[in-house]
Each structure stands twice: as C-alpha cells, then as structure tokens.
C-alpha cells in the first residue's frame, strides 16, 4: 500500500503529513510534484496544507491548475480516497472536486489553536473509526476556512451526511463561540456525494502523537489504511 | 595623490551616510578617490548596520567561546552550536525597527523573510520562529495601528513560509511611540557536515544570483538605519515581502545543500549585492567580479548604483563550482526560481563591478569590510540621579490589593498575549511540545529524544534604571524561562536595540548593558552565538529605552518529564525557590499603579542565579515538581495568578518574606521562581535546594476556584483569568 | 453588479457612491499580480504582459454634495484606505438622489 | 495611477489593458467592508452608509484586437480570477497604439 501526498510550490504540510504516514503509520508514502501528470501506483492521496503559491488571489485558486490535478480528478472520479487538510480543502472546493468555497475568517484574522469537532457523519470511509456525534480535538491554522455555499447545495448535502465534522465546545454542543473562523454551520469538514473525497480545515497530521498534545486525527488516518486493506481501490 | 575636498560635497556623503573624515580615509586607503558607486558601496558598508562602527569594540566584551559553540559570533550569517545526535542548532534575531515604523505590516514581514534567510543560506532548515516587539501605549490610536499591523506582517509571511511561530514578547511604553521595535528571531536545524558557509572561494567559480528580479527597493536601506527619525526622511526604502518566493527560496537552497555543487551561499540582506558579496569575498580571502549588466531587474534603465545597493527582498547569492551552472539552474528552476550567472570568483581580493565592459568599481574587499570603528566615552545619563534617589517608601500604602492585582493582569505588559500568537502557526512542521503561552517553548527534535527550548525576552525599563543590572537580568531571565521547562541553556543571540550612540548618555548604556550582559554570560557559561545592533531608535530626539533582546537556545535530553507553568492538581504544596526581596524600584507595579518608572531596578546575584536555575531543572529531570515559573513582571502575585490561570485551579498562599506588602507581592526581585508539588516530594526537593544553598519556601497550596493571597488579596479566580485574558483585547478597542 | 443597481434605489436618500482603487505604486513589487501573471501564462493566456493587483472598494456615502464627498473620501484614503508610502489610490464618484 | 502612464509608451507595440474587478456576490457577507466601514465610523466618517471590498487587477494584454481581449479577458475571469460560487467580476478595456 502506497500514499501519495502532493506537494504544490508552497505546499508547507507536505512533510508533516509524510512524517505521520511513514513514522506513525508506518505506511509507504512518497511526495508527488505537482508536475507530475499521473499518480498510478498510489492507493490513496492527500492534498496537504499550506500556501500553495502563496494563496496570492484566492487560497488554492492557482494550484487547482497544477497539472497533478487533472490526474487527482480521474482518481477521484473513479473513487480514489482522495484527503485534503486545510489548503488541500481550498485547493478541492476550487476545483470543483466538493462543493462550497472557503472565504477569509470572519475575525479577518489567521487563527491558530486548539478547537473541538464534533462527528456528524460516518458516511465516508475517513470517518470509520470515529463513533457519530464523538468529539474530537484538533488543532487548525488557517486564515481563509470560513466555508461557504449555496442554501440548496447544503440542504442537499445535510441530506447525504457530507457534512462529516463540525465545531463544537467541548462537551460537543455547536456553538457560535465555538466556530473558529465564521463558517456556516459550524462547517469544519465535508465530503463529496460518494465519500470517497474528504476534506477538512483542521490538522488531523497535527495530533497524532502524544506528545504534540494529542491524537485525535490519527483515526482519519487509520480509517484510510483500514479501507484500503479492506478494500483496495487502486486505480 | 592628491585630493579635493570639492570632489564631494558635504551633501553627496550625508546621502551615503559617510562623516568627512570617513571620506578623507577612503580616498586615502583607496589611493584615489572613489567614483559616485564606490563611495555608495563604501557608505553602506560602514554604515552603522554593516559596519558595526560603534558597537564592534563594545561587541567584544560579549563571551564568545563554549563547548557547543560550531560557528560561533561574527563569523558568519548565523551562530551554530551542537546539540548532540550529530545536528547543529543556527540562530539568531535581527530586528526591522525602522521600516515598521512606516509601514507596519510590510515592514515587519520583510524583517521575517530578511532573518529566515539568514538561516536557510547556511543549509539549515528553519524550524521555529520567535518575535520581540514593543510599541508605544495602546491608547493611542497610531500604536495600536502599528501594533496591529507588526503583528498581521509578522503572521502573514511567518505563516506562509510554514515556520512555526512559537514564541516571543510584546510590551508597551511611552518611549518607543514614534519607534516601535521588531524583533525577529529565527532557528534552524542542520547534520552538522552539511553546514555551509558564506564565502566565494575557488579562482573561476561562479557566482548566481537568484529570487526576485532587482528593483529600486530600499537603497540607502542600510544607512537609513542608522538615522534618527526615518519617518522623515527615507520613506521610499519600504518594500512589499513575497512570502511566497521566500518559501521557494528556502526549498530550491536546502535542496542544493544536499548536492556538491555548492561552494557558498549568502544571502541579499542590507546594502543588497555589495555586501552579499563584499562578504563572500573576504570571508573566502578572494575576490569577486560581478557584471551588473547581467542582474535581472524589475525597472527600467537600473544604473551599477542602484544595482549594487539595491535591497530587493527574496534574492539569495550562490557560490558554485565551476561547471555546476547549469545543475545549479534546473535546481532553481524545477521549483519556478529564476538564476542568473552574474560573475566569477578571482584571486586578487578585489570586488570589481563591470557593467557590460566598463568597469563601474573596483575596491579592495578588505577595505570595504574593515569598517572604522569608534570607541567613544560615555557618560552617565543625568536622570539616573532622580531615579536612583527615589524612595519606594513615598509611595502612598495600597487600600484595595484585589484592585491593584486585576489592574495588573489587565495591563497589556502583563495580560494574555494570546490574541497575538493565535494568528501565528506555531503547530506546522509537527515538532511544537509546548508552543507559546509558557515561560519558553518547547520542540522535539525528530528522529531524536531531545528536545529544544527556546526564549526570547528583554527588560527596557530595568536598562533604563539600571544599564549593567537590566543587561545582566535580560540574560539570567531568558535562562530562567528555559530552566523552567527544564532545560540547560546552550548558546544566546542578541538584538541590541538602543538610541543614538554619538550621544555620550546613549553610549552609557550601550557599554553598561552590554558589560551586563557580559557578566551574566560568564556567570551562566552561555556564549554569544549571533546578534545584531540596531542603533538610532530615536523619535524627535528622544532615544527609546536602551533595549537589549535576548534569544536563548536550551536543550532537554528527554522531553520526559516536561514542565509547564500551569498548577496541575489540587492539594499540591506551592513553594517559592529563591529568595524573596521586599524591593519594588522599575516594577511593572510602579509603572502601572502608581503611574512612574522610578527607583532602581531589582538586584541581581548571578551566584544565586546560576543555583537556582541549577535546582529547577534538577527536580525538573528527577519528576519531582507538577510546575514551575518564574517570577517577572508583575512579581510573586502575578507568577501566582499566571500558573493558576493556566492550570484552572486556585491557590491559597501567605506572603512570604517582611516588609511593605505591596513589595513582597508586586516586586520584581530576581531569581525566584515558583514550583508545585506533591507533598511527598518536598522533602527530596527540599534536600536538592539545599545542597545548593537555594532557599526553598513553602507557601501555600493549590486549591479550590480562588485566588487568596495572605489577607490582602482574595478573589474568584474567574475575575483574575477574565482580567488577565481581555487585557489587550480591550486595551486595543479603546477607541482615541 | 454588486451594488451597482442599488444606488438611488433608497428614495428621497441623496446617495454618493465612490469607487476606489489602491494599487502598490508602479515601483513597488507586486507579488500577488506576478504569481497571477505565471497562472494565465500557465493557462495558455500568452498574450498578458503584466499584471497587478489592488484593492477595490465601493464605500457609500449619505450625501449629495460632491465636493465635501471628494473631501472625505480624499480624507479617507490618506488616512486608512491607503498607506502613502506604498500605495497609491484614485477614485471616482457617482452621485444620485 | 500605477501603470497608467505607461500604456502605449512602448512604441510599435498594441497593447490592451483590462481592469477587472472582482466583488463577493451581494449575498455573500463582505467581513472586510464591515470591518472598513467601523473602522471609518470611528475615524468621524459618519456618513459612510457601506462599504464593500473586492479586488481590482490591471492586467495588460499584447494585442489590440479588441473583440479578442474581450474574450481573452471573460476566459481569465471565468477561469482563474473570480470564484463563480462566491464571486462576480466586470470589467473595462482600453487599447492603445
Ligand atoms: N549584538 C551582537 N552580538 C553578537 N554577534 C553579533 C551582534 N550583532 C551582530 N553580530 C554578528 O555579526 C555578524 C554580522 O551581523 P549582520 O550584519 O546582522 O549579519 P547579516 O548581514 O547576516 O544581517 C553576524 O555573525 C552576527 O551574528
Ligand atoms: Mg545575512
């Protein structure tokens, strides 16, 4: 099993996520150029935070033009686990791979720290070990996750249980105090109509080992490899 | 030969910042006199931010030598020293005072990527990034228009470039309104063979430029820090930062690093190209020849001049081999950067700058890097007669102590930085144990059990009262904060933020602090590693606080046990380690409460120290203590208050010690710090303090959702977080 | 348009609309207008020579008298809207009642 | 204005320049324009009714056919330079010899 994380030109969580896949899960995994024009041989990708070239007009716009995404569509498309965090979540809502958009923080300020998230959806295979309505803690880092859409295209996505995670306090109520950046619904993270592309705002990369203070994320990773051990979908 | 003095007017040097005399040395040196780009070259190389023209012989009181230190003080962008396992540690901080004064949030963003560069330019990955900064009052609305904008500028690139921001310091006085102070310090991380160093070496070995295309960015950039009252003069040396590049900048050197390509990499900081490459030359004792001809540039018709002072942001210089020129580009190119070959390395000393065929400057490097310095004598400022006969008694008794600690926890110097620091990523590159928010932070060391810790921290208003004490406290706190995580304190970098050192009082405190600093040094064995001096922080005439910044690196051998500053557990005895002084002189208390920054600043006995410092990581390592902070702004109450808040339990302590309560509670005598533990443990940490000498006092307990402090002070610890948490928020929604 | 049908729309409410743009001066680095620039190369757009990139804003004034909107709004982009040092401003106003 | 003076300077060459401006759609919440619009509240520009704030891009093409640009320039918005989900743009072209 093999996992590939793409690097951009101001990819900066590219090595973090290598780091927790090789160290921690103790899965194979390589970076992809984002030149690269084909991405055979990997079971799943991930789309990593950062500032892919410097977010400069809008976060992701240019780098959902990398040539590497013509190639992470098609395997999307033919339902490849696609993961994106952060960055990766603005780079696949640019390109059109899940729905909405991700605007400035409502504080019009990055915000760094801890936040809680509550599960609202164990729909998508990323979300196979965490129970529904869990919570969870994460860290985020981000200046632009204040997400976005359409009335009619949320309702439709309540519908189907893509929106997966939410913020929420500690004791996991959805609070307005509780929203780190203005996004509607307390929306953290969501997935596309068949689950099989994922995306959040948080950092699962960030907590999972114990002595960065946590390890809440190590279940999307770990309900990544479990899927692909149950199911292979190498494209 | 022979010279006129009406070669140059008095104007022609007031533009390149040279004095007369300095001229009459150049064209003496030179044997001739320079043309317009020589004498450009010559201004910013001896500029007071090149040159180190009044600080260099000061510089040298500063202990440079210690058993880690690989690189150490002046030798090369960046100090290294060794931190086991095969690594090296780079680091050091560099301020961007002057251009933060007129454009906040570029000013203090290029100051970023000019300090990040000075790490990755010696192979070194950067993995942690600290600030120190100060403003003037935020009731002003200009202060918190700068401080919001230093504060965006700093998040905006730090974030960009994906180093975490773990760290730093903000404080807020009158004297530095006109002149806020950024500080920016950064640390890197390298296998120590793969070091590189800033030197074109190797006659016939290419020198390529490469990053941002050459603009009329901020010539004369490095003389205009050296002036008074920028805001004035140079408004046009701004420039826009490009964290983007810089991130490209830093994977494409790292990259290179790895290959054999390599002789030399430096980077384009102040005075631009000519001292990249003056530098280069004379570090690697030979001579460069540069065609300014081929310097991609953003403008139109760019004369060698501008050229060659130009200080474009995002541009580093590579030393290559022979042959390796076109490897070197695809490198660059692969990650979007441009190259350019713009000359060679020779043999006969010399920087010669051609444009196209004709030869724009010739000069001998060594003349251009040997500065002039000037000692000059100081004198003591007239008001430390009026500050040093001040009478803590003269102060009126407190009536209500709850008021005057939430007052404190309110004060911007004190509150809650967190409004700040939650705009910095301080979690990317999955290393950060403990961020900022603690008496230092906190990072692991891949692939090793070690850990690092880093502080930054500096005390004006003790230079201010006390140059010799204050310079010897901004050394002893910072190793105090890295004790208090538990760990031993390896090598400093500094920023020496001062006034006008023509002015005979301004040279005082450079020389008292700098002796201070000095001594503490020796008393803590920590070198000096790197640092950087920036003079001239003056407004209308009016110097800033002298203002030394301290960076220190420490090391932990195991990130097993760690300590935080937050109480951990009810029941938990609370004791004092140190000794308790009833002095309250150039307390925050004093300042804030009683409205004057007065009296003299605490004393300081490094003995005492250096063993106390020794105890705390001691009973860290051994797993005895739950916590531990030190005792600083704002003094016992407030160190109290701070590990309560953190850890969400009360205390209730009687105040130790005899004298005025306000003293005993608010005073900032040094070396205390404040421990929890297990009862059963005391008795083992009792014993450690001892051997050493280090009075260890028990003073009360954790427990319970109150703060209680003898009978003077008791109140819900709710009050004393909400106080503390809102302090600048609401500081800054002062609408004036 | 965003905006644009509003104005007048608020009868008997005298409305100036200025239109403002704050672009870096031309000597200054444009960072974001060269990381666009390379994406339309990249997308084929070989014809774009260059590109920069500003601030637009449309700030809505309650009054119809022209001079003292031109005033303000003068005042504004000194004092907030623009920072002189880097970036230059220019606007236009659209007055209706 | 930046740039302004420099069209058509460079002699024998067509060039096109487009100002593009982006803006949220009016129902999307402008968090940038609220906080402007406090911000001048408290400078004393009491009448400030609204602000809204969106991007403005001066971007020159080498051309000067104009109908080309036209379509050049609605490719590049619909493409890269507004996000149709939250955004919307227009835009104004002037060809110079
Ligand atoms: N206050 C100081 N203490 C120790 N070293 C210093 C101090 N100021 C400058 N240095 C050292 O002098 C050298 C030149 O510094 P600087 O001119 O700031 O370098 P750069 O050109 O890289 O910005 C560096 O090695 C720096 O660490
Ligand atoms: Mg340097």
Redesign the interface.
Do not use: C
């Given at each position: 099993m093999k996992l590939g994380i793409v690097q951009f030109p101001g990819s900066n969580c590219d090595h973090d996520c290598l780091h927790v896949v090789r160290s921690v899960l103790q899965v194979e995994a390589d970076l992809i150029w984002h030149e690269a024009t084909q991405v055979a041989g990997y079971d799943a990708l991930v789309l990593p935070g950062g500032f892919s070239y410097g977010d400069y007009l809008r976060s992701g716009s240019i780098a959902r033009f990398s040539p590497v995404m013509r190639a992470v569509t098609d395997f999307a498309e033919a339902g490849g686990l696609v993961l994106g965090i952060c960055n990766g979540f603005q780079i696949l809502t640019e390109a059109g791979l899940l729905p909405g958009a991700l605007l400035r923080n409502s504080a019009l300020e990055f915000r760094c720290g801890w936040v809680h998230l509550r599960v609202e959806s164990t729909a998508s295979p990323f979300m196979a070990s965490y129970g529904h309505g869990q919570v969870l803690r994460m860290p985020v880092a981000h200046g632009d996750g204040n997400y976005v859409a359409d009335p009619d295209v949320l309702s439709r996505m309540r519908d189907n249980g893509q929106v997966t995670l939410r913020y929420c306090d500690a004791e996991g109520n959805v609070t307005p105090t509780a929203n780190p950046n203005g996004s509607v619904d307390n929306i953290a993270g969501v997935c596309n109509e068949s689950g099989n592309v994922f995306a959040l705002m948080p950092h699962p990369e960030r907590c999972a080992e114990p002595e960065l203070g946590g390890v809440d994320g190590l279940g999307i990773w770990q309900a990544m490899v479990l899927a692909l051990t149950s199911a292979p979908l190498r494209v | 030969m022979t010279r006129t003095d009406t070669a140059v007017s008095d104007a022609d040097l007031r533009e390149v910042s040279l004095t007369r005399s300095e001229y009459e040395r150049i064209c003496n040196q030179l044997g001739r006199a320079p043309n317009r780009v020589e004498l450009g070259m010559f201004g910013a190389m001896w500029s007071e931010h090149c040159g180190y023209k009044n600080s260099r012989p000061l510089l040298k009181l500063l202990p440079t030598d210690g058993k880690h230190v690989l690189i150490g003080a002046g030798e090369e962008n960046a100090g290294a020293v060794d931190i086991g396992h095969g690594l090296a540690v780079v680091f050091k901080v560099e301020s961007h005072n002057h251009p933060s004064a007129v454009e906040p949030f570029q000013g203090a963003a290029t100051g970023i990527g000019g300090i990040v560069r000075d790490i990755f330019t010696m192979g070194a990955r950067p993995i942690a990034l600290l600030n120190s900064l100060r403003f003037g009052n935020l009731d002003d609305a200009r202060n918190r228009y700068l401080f919001n904008g230093v504060v965006s500028g700093i998040s905006h690139y730090g974030n960009c470039v994906g180093i975490p921001d773990v760290g730093g310091e903000v404080n807020f006085a009158s004297c530095y309104a006109g002149n806020p102070l950024v500080n920016a310090m950064c640390v890197g991380i390298i296998p120590q063979e793969k070091l590189i160093r800033a030197r074109a070496r190797g006659t016939g070995n290419t020198l390529m430029l490469v990053g941002a295309a050459t603009g009329r960015d901020g010539i004369h950039g490095a003389s205009f820090a050296s002036l008074d009252d920028p805001e004035l003069s140079h408004r046009g040396v701004v420039q826009v930062g490009d964290p983007f590049m810089e991130k490209l900048l830093i994977e494409a050197c790292l990259e290179l690093g790895e290959t054999d390509y390599l002789v030399g990499l430096q980077d384009l900081g102040a005075a631009g190209l000519t001292s990249s490459s003056v530098e280069a030359a004379h570090k690697g004792e030979s001579g460069v020849d540069i065609d300014v001809s081929r310097v991609p540039c953003r403008e139109e018709a760019m004369t060698p001049y501008e050229i060659m002072l130009s200080e474009s942001q995002e541009r580093m210089l590579a030393i290559v081999r022979q042959g390796a020129e076109e490897d070197v580009a695809a490198i660059f190119s692969r990650w979007g950067l441009h190259s350019t070959v713009i000359g060679r390395v020779t043999s006969d000393g010399m920087v010669r700058v051609r444009n196209g065929t004709e030869v724009a400057a010739e000069i001998p490097a060594h003349l251009l890097a040997d500065a002039p310095t000037y000692v000059r004598n100081g004198t003591a400022p007239d008001y430390l007669q009026e500050t040093h006969a001040f009478q803590p008694e003269s102060l009126p008794e407190l009536q209500d102590y709850n008021k005057a600690l939430l007052a404190l926890l309110a004060s911007p110097n004190i509150a809650s930085k967190e409004c700040v620091f939650r705009q910095y990523d301080y979690s990317v590159q999955v290393n950060t144990v403990q961020g900022p928010g603690g008496d230092a932070a906190v990072l692991r060391v891949k692939g090793t059990p070690a850990g690092l810790a880093v502080t930054i921290d500096g005390n004006g208003q003790y230079c201010y009262l006390d140059p010799f004490g204050g310079g010897a406290i901004a050394v002893a706190e910072a190793a105090r904060n890295l004790a208090c995580v538990g760990a031993e304190p390896l090598a400093l970098t500094n920023c020496l933020n001062f006034g006008n050192p023509e002015k005979t009082d301004v040279y005082y405190q450079l020389q008292g602090v700098i002796r201070g600093m000095a001594a503490a040094c020796e008393a803590l064995s920590v070198p000096v590693v790197s640092g950087n001096v920036s003079l001239y922080n003056e407004t209308r005439g009016q110097p800033i606080y002298p203002t030394p910044m301290v960076g220190m690196l420490g090391k932990l051998e195991s990130l097993q046990p760690s300590t935080t500053l937050a109480f951990q557990r009810e029941g938990d005895i609370i004791a004092l380690l140190g000794p308790q002084t009833d002095h309250c002189g150039g307390s925050e208390y004093v300042a804030q409460i009683h409205g004057v920054v007065t009296g003299r600043a605490p004393s300081i006995d490094l003995d005492m120290e250096v063993r106390v410092q020794s105890v705390c990581r001691q009973i860290i390592r051994a797993g005895l203590i739950s916590s531990a902070h030190d005792c600083s702004q704002g003094g016992l109450a407030v160190a109290l208050a701070e590990s309560a808040i953190a850890g969400g339990v009360g205390f209730q302590v009687d105040i130790p010690g005899e004298g005025r309560v306000d003293s005993l509670l608010f005073g900032e005598g040094q070396s205390r710090i404040v421990v929890s533990l297990p009862e059963e443990n005391l008795a083992a940490v009792r014993a450690l303090a001892g051997d050493q000498g280090v009075p260890c006092t028990v003073i009360g307990s954790v427990q319970g959702d109150a703060v209680v402090l003898g009978d003077k002070v008791s109140m819900p610890l709710a009050s004393a977080q909400r106080a503390w948490q809102n302090g600048v928020a609401e500081a800054l929604a002062e609408t004036g | 348009?965003?905006?644009g049908a509003q104005i007048g729309d608020e009868i008997g409410f005298a409305?100036t609309k200025a239109r403002i743009?704050?672009?870096?001066?031309?000597?200054?680095?444009?960072?974001?207008?060269?990381?666009?620039q390379?994406?339309?190369h990249?997308?084929g757009?070989a014809?774009?020579?260059?590109?920069?990139?500003?601030?637009?804003?449309?700030?809505?004034?309650?009054?119809d008298d022209t001079s003292r909107?031109q005033e303000?709004v003068e005042?504004?982009c000194q004092?907030?809207?623009a920072?002189p040092?880097?970036e230059?401003y220019?606007f236009d106003l659209e007055t209706a009642q």
């Open positions: - | - | 348009m965003a905006n409305v743009y704050v672009t870096y001066k031309p000597t200054v680095l444009d960072p974001q207008g060269n990381a666009i390379t994406a339309l990249h997308l757009f014809d774009v020579e260059s590109v920069r990139m500003g601030k637009y804003l449309e700030v809505e004034l309650h009054t909107a303000e005042a504004m004092q907030l809207l920072n040092v880097i230059s220019r």
